[in-house]
């Protein structure tokens, strides 16, 4: 999983919001998956440690868990929320303290929103900040833990957006989802911007065109053709 480096002002801003939102258990979420909220997650967290935070990472994602070496996941114990061994069973792992989903025992004690807000809470008392990657908001799966169980708990959801990957009623509905979960405190983090060329972008405007000018259409899609480095990804 890539990391965003360290000096960027976005990763400054994102700490700056849970230190305004006095957040100190922060959902990270994506829409549909692949938009950046694990490495978001991550990110924050390395941040957070290089500021002498004490931070633990809660995967929640089966569909898109971090990658742990096999060796590591093994050595871990097996884990619930609905008792001490979410406290026992924490993973260091690149200089994060990490409870990973491969090891949580039964799904069922995250279900429950009152035993994961009480796990949440005993946590607090040893980390400063404890970060849910969780799994997508609009993504079906059974193995998921429901949205309405981090809404006691989490005290800032993080929405992650990617430009040219979510579009406007994803959005919509993604956020109408978390509130109709309990969440309260949603705030949107653009993670990346994922556009077509420029090239393809410029044809398809002119396709638009073709009926009104067709000439000139005809024209400018040789043009924009000959130029190959506008057909190129960045």
């Not at 833990?145 to 990957?165: A, Y």
């Not at 919509?172 to 060329?197: D, M, R, T, W």
């Amino acid at each position: 999983m890539k990391l965003i480096p360290e000096q960027y002002h976005e990763l400054e801003t994102i700490c700056n919001t849970l230190v305004d939102s006095d957040a100190r258990c922060v959902t990270f979420i994506s829409l549909y998956g692949g938009e950046g909220s694990s490495t978001a997650c991550s990110s924050v967290a390395q941040r957070l440690v290089s500021q002498h935070k004490s931070v633990l990472v809660i995967d929640l994602n089966p569909i898109s868990s971090f990658r742990l070496d096999k060796q590591l996941s093994s050595l871990t114990k097996l884990w619930r929320f609905d008792d001490i061994s979410c406290q026992l069973s924490v993973l260091p792992y690149q200089g994060i303290d990490i409870l990973s989903i491969h090891n949580l025992e039964s799904i069922d004690s995250a279900k429950n929103k009152h035993v994961l807000n009480e796990a949440v809470i005993r946590l607090k008392q040893e980390y400063d900040y404890v970060l849910l990657d969780m799994s997508p908001a609009l993504k079906l799966n059974r193995n998921n833990i429901p949205l309405h169980s981090l809404s006691l708990c989490s005290e800032l959801t993080l929405v992650t957006v990617g430009l040219g990957v979510n579009d406007e009623e994803s959005l919509c509905n993604g956020v109408a989802e978390l509130k109709q979960a309990g969440h309260s405190n949603i705030k949107l983090l653009v993670s990346q911007y994922s556009f077509a060329p420029l090239g393809e972008r410029m044809l398809l405007l002119l396709q638009r065109y073709r009926p009104q000018w067709p000439r000139v259409c005809k024209f400018l899609t040789n043009k924009i053709n000959r130029q190959k480095w506008l057909f190129k990804h960045y």
